[in-house]
């Protein structure tokens, strides 16, 4: 369990140092509210949560299309984000 904790925060870290460097392009002014949660980086930081099945899986992904989920996702916390997912597993 230490291990995914441990993955899950470097994928955090890295989405934020890429969302560092997105800040600091003057061309990306444009392009920052589309980039800034893309869900590669949601799918990358589901990909190492443990117990996640691929029913709570794909409604997740669904989630994901919706710019507010996917910012509220990349923003939470680990325990937060296992809440959500539960949450999903009991919506039909």
Same mark, same amino acid.
């Given at each position: 369990?230490?291990?995914?904790? &441990? ?6 870290? !890295? ?8 800040? $600091?392009?003057?061309?990306? /002014? ?14 990358? &930081? ?6 996640? !099945? ?8 669904? $989630?994901?299309?919706?710019? /507010? ?24």
């Amino acid at each position: 369990m230490h291990f995914l904790w &441990i993955e899950a925060t470097k994928v955090k870290t !890295d989405a934020c140092l890429a969302n560092t460097e997105i800040y $600091k392009s003057p061309s990306a /002014d444009g392009n920052r509210q589309k980039n800034e949660f893309s869900l590669t980086e949601c799918v990358q &930081i589901i990909e190492v949560l443990d117990g996640i !099945d691929g029913d709570v899986y794909m409604k997740a992904v669904e $989630k994901f299309k919706d710019l /507010d989920w996917k910012e509220i996702f990349v923003n939470v916390s680990t325990l937060r984000k296992s809440a959500w997912l539960d949450r999903l597993s009991m919506s039909s």
